[in-house]
């Protein structure tokens, strides 16, 4: 669709549908000066305070070329620790503000910085987006753990009791000071990032950073300033946020401010002015809504999907590029081509697993067994789009979610899992025909967009999951698969056949069109490659296969709810298989064994609510991988092993020799574990002790390997090496860059 056409029809589209919202839900309150005037009352604070969210995103990401999703939970952290101090501490509320906005929060963002942020700057994009994810969930953890999620956290708005009277609408002290905190911060950073040396500063890093700094600009100073101001907007959102939602909760001041990506949007993620116009559009359309429409039925989740719906209008509209014609260069390694062999051993080794861990292991660990086989099935389904083709899409459980309804809804037989596939394939050609035009990271944010909508609206329709039914027991040709050994050994057999025929699609010449499509679209389009059929195509396999997943899992718990695929979930899962390998059809059920893994030790070592905390760690910690290793763990160990085969083979001996030595001295699970990773960490460093790596000097073969910089990355080993060939000193390169 022309980009004029498309602009014209959207809002035609959008308007049409909320004119018969409108007339089907009307409250009955009729239009007057008055009623505008209250409309306008209510909608400046929602706008002020989705500007200042908007506002600390698009400082980040103009800055930084980071989108910060942890811009909420910085938030939710802040207005925590300001409760802390001037509700259970008792200090006076200026000085609990000054501390929260002008201490933590700058010492906050400058060691967030340091420590992730500037790693995963020139990382892909799924990588900088799943990174910051990672420390939503770390904060949400620690917010957890010190703050128990069961208490009641209220606090008063700020400037007392009494507002102003705006025709019968009292509009509190809190609530203008919100409005006018939102100019204050509009003013301010116009003039600084258009009249000062900061803001051309920060334009010029994001340019080009190599050449801002032979100018004088201190890139990481700049990143500095960039992250203090947008954790100083996130804190004072969260502060002035919380009152409004009475009781805080970590979860609403979270995810709070995806309602204000729409804003950030509208912006184009560069633009404050626009942000700001964005801001008030969407805090009237939320106004609107409370005010003059009677949401009941089956409209009653739309109030708080509203402003999804409005980012997802928002992307459809936006200008886009439309081919991407550089990328960054490679700097880690990349998954080989896996070979038939190889993935239908893996495969007999994964069967044969599930059968010994079936008959072993206690029927609590065989549950969680099968969730994460499970888990596992429906990320499988997200290796040939995030992977393969690179786009960035955050909502398996959406896809999922249509599997399990429809496997559901049939019965729950094998043939209704078939269904299932066919009906998730179709949902997942619907979403890919908005989705078609847009690039990276509208593409991710309408994913979030259309995980909300499907997880808060659509899977709470009457006919959807509404109706409670328990599915009867699974039978394969007169066979129960009901025991918790069986259905194990069962999703096994089902993700061993997925995994062998998505090699087989990697291996085709399919396979081959998604890569170069991935590696360059431009390149692609020259030889006639037709990207938007390609990505149908991929949307619709991931689909598929997703929605196999959700039916196994609505099999094997027998009953199918809107709780199983939060929103958030499909984050943490997402975040997972990026740590072990996203492009491989091993990372999928590594990933889901790793939350497994994480889950039984959290459970089983943790009381209360901290048990919730520590799930929440393991995907947060594992995000300091991926600043290396932006493709996973799998790829990096695979080469590693490829280059040092002896190695590997004594650290997998180490793991098995400790791993029977604990079954045969009865150790306890959790100890077992501890004590089978140090047994493969020790047979490392034994053998590394008698023959030693010779990583550590890299030889001439080494650096003269034609594959150097097309499939193996280049070390400053490598470099060295060449330095000494060539008798260039040590060190010249960098004195001449100095001088």
């Given at each position: 669709?022309?980009?004029?056409?498309?602009?014209?029809?959207?809002?035609?589209?959008?308007?049409?549908?909320?004119?018969?919202?409108?007339?089907?839900?009307?409250?009955?309150?009729?239009?007057?000066?008055?009623?505008?005037?209250?409309?306008?009352?209510?909608?400046?604070?929602?706008?002020?305070?989705?500007?200042?969210?908007?506002?600390?995103?698009?400082?980040?990401?103009?800055?930084?070329?980071?989108?910060?999703?942890?811009?909420?939970?910085?938030?939710?952290?802040?207005?925590?620790?300001?409760?802390?101090?001037?509700?259970?501490?008792?200090?006076?509320?200026?000085?609990?503000?000054?501390?929260?906005?002008?201490?933590?929060?700058?010492?906050?963002?400058?060691?967030?910085?340091?420590?992730?942020?500037?790693?995963?700057?020139?990382?892909?994009?799924?990588?900088?987006?799943?990174?910051?994810?990672?420390?939503?969930?770390?904060?949400?953890?620690?917010?957890?753990?010190?703050?128990?999620?069961?208490?009641?956290?209220?606090?008063?708005?700020?400037?007392?009791?009494?507002?102003?009277?705006?025709?019968?609408?009292?509009?509190?002290?809190?609530?203008?000071?919100?409005?006018?905190?939102?100019?204050?911060?509009?003013?301010?950073?116009?003039?600084?990032?258009?009249?000062?040396?900061?803001?051309?500063?920060?334009?010029?890093?994001?340019?080009?950073?190599?050449?801002?700094?032979?100018?004088?600009?201190?890139?990481?100073?700049?990143?500095?300033?960039?992250?203090?101001?947008?954790?100083?907007?996130?804190?004072?959102?969260?502060?002035?946020?919380?009152?409004?939602?009475?009781?805080?909760?970590?979860?609403?001041?979270?995810?709070?401010?995806?309602?204000?990506?729409?804003?950030?949007?509208?912006?184009?993620?560069?633009?404050?002015?626009?942000?700001?116009?964005?801001?008030?559009?969407?805090?009237?359309?939320?106004?609107?809504?409370?005010?003059?429409?009677?949401?009941?039925?089956?409209?009653?989740?739309?109030?708080?999907?509203?402003?999804?719906?409005?980012?997802?209008?928002?992307?459809?509209?936006?200008?886009?590029?439309?081919?991407?014609?550089?990328?960054?260069?490679?700097?880690?390694?990349?998954?080989?081509?896996?070979?038939?062999?190889?993935?239908?051993?893996?495969?007999?080794?994964?069967?044969?697993?599930?059968?010994?861990?079936?008959?072993?292991?206690?029927?609590?660990?065989?549950?969680?067994?099968?969730?994460?086989?499970?888990?596992?099935?429906?990320?499988?389904?997200?290796?040939?789009?995030?992977?393969?083709?690179?786009?960035?899409?955050?909502?398996?459980?959406?896809?999922?979610?249509?599997?399990?309804?429809?496997?559901?809804?049939?019965?729950?037989?094998?043939?209704?899992?078939?269904?299932?596939?066919?009906?998730?394939?179709?949902?997942?050609?619907?979403?890919?025909?908005?989705?078609?035009?847009?690039?990276?990271?509208?593409?991710?944010?309408?994913?979030?967009?259309?995980?909300?909508?499907?997880?808060?609206?659509?899977?709470?329709?009457?006919?959807?999951?509404?109706?409670?039914?328990?599915?009867?027991?699974?039978?394969?040709?007169?066979?129960?698969?009901?025991?918790?050994?069986?259905?194990?050994?069962?999703?096994?057999?089902?993700?061993?056949?997925?995994?062998?025929?998505?090699?087989?699609?990697?291996?085709?010449?399919?396979?081959?069109?998604?890569?170069?499509?991935?590696?360059?679209?431009?390149?692609?389009?020259?030889?006639?490659?037709?990207?938007?059929?390609?990505?149908?195509?991929?949307?619709?396999?991931?689909?598929?296969?997703?929605?196999?997943?959700?039916?196994?899992?609505?099999?094997?718990?027998?009953?199918?709810?809107?709780?199983?695929?939060?929103?958030?979930?499909?984050?943490?899962?997402?975040?997972?298989?990026?740590?072990?390998?996203?492009?491989?059809?091993?990372?999928?059920?590594?990933?889901?064994?790793?939350?497994?893994?994480?889950?039984?030790?959290?459970?089983?070592?943790?009381?209360?609510?901290?048990?919730?905390?520590?799930?929440?760690?393991?995907?947060?910690?594992?995000?300091?991988?991926?600043?290396?290793?932006?493709?996973?763990?799998?790829?990096?160990?695979?080469?590693?092993?490829?280059?040092?085969?002896?190695?590997?083979?004594?650290?997998?001996?180490?793991?098995?020799?400790?791993?029977?030595?604990?079954?045969?001295?009865?150790?306890?699970?959790?100890?077992?574990?501890?004590?089978?990773?140090?047994?493969?960490?020790?047979?490392?460093?034994?053998?590394?002790?008698?023959?030693?790596?010779?990583?550590?000097?890299?030889?001439?073969g080494d650096a003269t390997d034609i594959r150097l910089g097309v499939s193996r990355p280049i070390t400053s080993a490598h470099v060295r090496e060449w330095d000494r060939a060539l008798g260039v000193p040590a060190g010249v390169g960098r004195e001449v860059v100095a001088s």
């Amino acid at each position: 669709m022309p980009l004029v056409t498309r602009r014209v029809a959207v809002p035609v589209l959008s308007v049409a549908l909320l004119v018969y919202l409108a007339s089907n839900a009307w409250a009955g309150e009729p239009v007057t000066v008055d009623s505008l005037v209250q409309l306008v009352a209510f909608a400046l604070p929602i706008a002020g305070l989705y500007a200042i969210s908007a506002t600390g995103l698009v400082v980040v990401y103009s800055a930084t070329g980071i989108f910060n999703v942890a811009q909420g939970a910085i938030g939710m952290v802040c207005a925590f620790v300001y409760w802390e101090l001037s509700v259970n501490r008792g200090l006076p509320v200026p000085l609990a503000l000054i501390l929260v906005v002008g201490v933590f929060a700058p010492l906050f963002a400058v060691v967030l910085n340091r420590v992730l942020m500037q790693r995963l700057r020139n990382a892909p994009l799924i990588t900088q987006l799943l990174g910051t994810v990672g420390v939503m969930a770390l904060l949400l953890g620690v917010a957890a753990l010190i703050w128990d999620p069961t208490a009641s956290y209220p606090i008063d708005g700020l400037g007392g009791s009494g507002g102003i009277h705006i025709s019968g609408v009292l509009l509190s002290w809190h609530r203008v000071i919100t409005i006018v905190t939102a100019v204050v911060i509009a003013v301010a950073l116009r003039f600084v990032l258009t009249s000062t040396r900061l803001g051309v500063s920060m334009r010029a890093v994001v340019d080009n950073e190599d050449l801002a700094s032979l100018h004088g600009i201190r890139p990481q100073r700049v990143s500095d300033t960039a992250w203090i101001i947008g954790s100083v907007c996130a804190a004072l959102a969260g502060i002035l946020i919380a009152p409004e939602v009475g009781n805080m909760s970590a979860e609403t001041l979270t995810f709070f401010v995806i309602n204000a990506f729409a804003a950030a949007v509208f912006g184009r993620l560069k633009s404050l002015p626009m942000t700001y116009v964005g801001a008030v559009v969407l805090g009237l359309i939320v106004s609107f809504t409370s005010t003059f429409l009677d949401l009941e039925g089956r409209w009653t989740p739309l109030a708080g999907v509203l402003p999804a719906l409005a980012l997802f209008v928002v992307l459809l509209v936006a200008p886009q590029q439309s081919i991407r014609l550089g990328r960054p260069v490679r700097r880690y390694h990349i998954e080989t081509v896996p070979t038939m062999r190889s993935v239908l051993t893996g495969s007999a080794v994964l069967v044969i697993l599930s059968v010994v861990a079936g008959l072993t292991f206690s029927p609590v660990n065989v549950t969680r067994m099968i969730s994460a086989v499970t888990v596992g099935l429906i990320l499988l389904g997200m290796v040939p789009l995030l992977g393969w083709a690179g786009m960035p899409f955050f909502a398996p459980y959406a896809l999922a979610g249509v599997g399990a309804w429809v496997t559901w809804s049939l019965g729950g037989s094998i043939l209704a899992l078939l269904a299932a596939a066919a009906a998730s394939a179709v949902a997942g050609v619907v979403v890919a025909l908005p989705a078609l035009r847009l690039r990276e990271l509208y593409l991710a944010l309408s994913s979030i967009a259309f995980a909300l909508i499907a997880v808060s609206f659509l899977f709470v329709q009457p006919e959807v999951f509404e109706i409670p039914r328990q599915l009867d027991r699974l039978t394969i040709a007169g066979f129960d698969l009901s025991s918790g050994t069986r259905f194990l050994v069962y999703a096994c057999v089902l993700y061993a056949i997925l995994a062998v025929l998505l090699v087989a699609v990697r291996r085709s010449q399919y396979g081959r069109r998604i890569i170069a499509l991935r590696d360059s679209e431009a390149a692609a389009a020259c030889i006639g490659i037709s990207a938007a059929s390609t990505k149908a195509l991929v949307f619709a396999l991931a689909g598929a296969v997703a929605g196999i997943g959700g039916g196994v899992l609505a099999q094997g718990q027998r009953f199918a709810s809107s709780e199983q695929f939060p929103m958030v979930a499909g984050l943490a899962i997402i975040l997972s298989l990026t740590v072990m390998g996203i492009g491989t059809v091993s990372g999928p059920v590594a990933a889901g064994l790793l939350g497994a893994l994480l889950t039984a030790l959290a459970h089983d070592w943790a009381p209360g609510h901290i048990t919730d905390a520590l799930e929440l760690f393991g995907p947060a910690l594992a995000v300091l991988a991926l600043s290396s290793q932006p493709r996973g763990q799998i790829p990096e160990v695979a080469a590693r092993a490829r280059e040092h085969p002896w190695r590997a083979v004594a650290t997998v001996v180490g793991l098995a020799v400790t791993i029977v030595g604990c079954r045969l001295m009865s150790v306890p699970g959790e100890i077992g574990f501890v004590l089978a990773v140090t047994g493969a960490l020790v047979a490392r460093m034994l053998y590394d002790l008698v023959r030693p790596s010779p990583a550590a000097s890299a030889t001439a073969g080494d650096a003269t390997d034609i594959r150097l910089g097309v499939s193996r990355p280049i070390t400053s080993a490598h470099v060295r090496e060449w330095d000494r060939a060539l008798g260039v000193p040590a060190g010249v390169g960098r004195e001449v860059v100095a001088s």
